[in-house]
């Protein structure tokens, strides 16, 4: 069988970076419902903890402006101290910076809060610096739709790549053979996976013995 690693995303060649998940940062979106976005923002953080891709979490002055990171991702990641900055792009602060290189991977996966500031200065950044970005459109919002889609179109000219949480999460598991990840796989789905989730409950209730063969 040929290799596609080139092509498709492989969790041993990834680093995730969740930006300013916070709570003011909600409080403005407006491209997008707060509860879609917090769901995909949990998706991909547990789709990192799934596939044992490292993560590095930054806030923007939490103690002062705009509070904790969502704690929903940070549950994901026990005993993780999001690094709390005061620039507006996240890569211009070193730690960051040197937290996402001492991972040695150039595959950079990239959500937060605002798409048009906090998502597209470091991915544009990070790609200046060589790195490949890939940006999780529905786990990122702006302040208006408008925002939002000028924010995307801006870093896809700029060459970063967009994906969704759930289709980044199936390129991980790549196979459904994959029994290490199956279970947490699954089980994901089912409770962020909106209609997909749905689906895979049902077949559990109404055909159990098939429930385990494939999807």
């Known amino acids: ?3 596609y690693k080139k092509v498709l995303l492989d969790p041993e060649d990834c680093v995730l ?5 916070q709570a003011q940062m ?8 707060r509860g879609a976005v917090m769901n995909a923002a949990q998706g991909l953080a547990r789709t990192a903890a799934i596939f044992k891709v490292p993560v590095v979490m930054t806030t923007v002055t939490a103690s002062t402006f705009a509070g904790p990171m969502y704690e929903e991702i940070l549950n994901v990641f026990p005993g993780h101290t999001p690094i709390d900055r005061t620039t507006l792009n996240a ?3 070193v730690r960051v910076k040197k937290a996402v290189a001492s991972t040695g991977r150039k595959n950079i996966i990239i959500a937060g809060l605002w798409t048009e500031v906090c998502v597209t200065f470091p991915a544009l950044s990070a790609l200046s610096d060589g790195y490949d ?3 999780v ?13 000028m924010a995307m179109q801006r870093i896809i000219q700029a060459g970063a790549t967009p994906i969704t949480w759930q289709a980044l999460l199936l390129e991980f598991q790549r196979d459904w053979a994959n029994k290490e990840t199956y279970s947490p796989v699954t089980a994901l789905i089912e409770e962020c996976g909106g209609a997909y989730g749905l689906g895979l409950k049902y077949v ?3 055909m159990p013995s098939r429930a385990n063969q494939s999807n």
């Open 204 to 206: 559990q209730q109404m």
């Open 26 to 33: 909600y409080f403005g979106i407006e491209a997008k419902t």
């Open 137 to 149: 459109s529905d786990a990122c919002a702006g302040s208006s739709k408008e925002a939002h889609d």
């Open 133 to 135: 970005v890939f940006v």
């Open 91 to 93: 890569w211009e602060d």
């Open 1 to 3: 069988m040929r290799n």
């Open 17 to 21: 970076m969740l930006v300013d998940h």
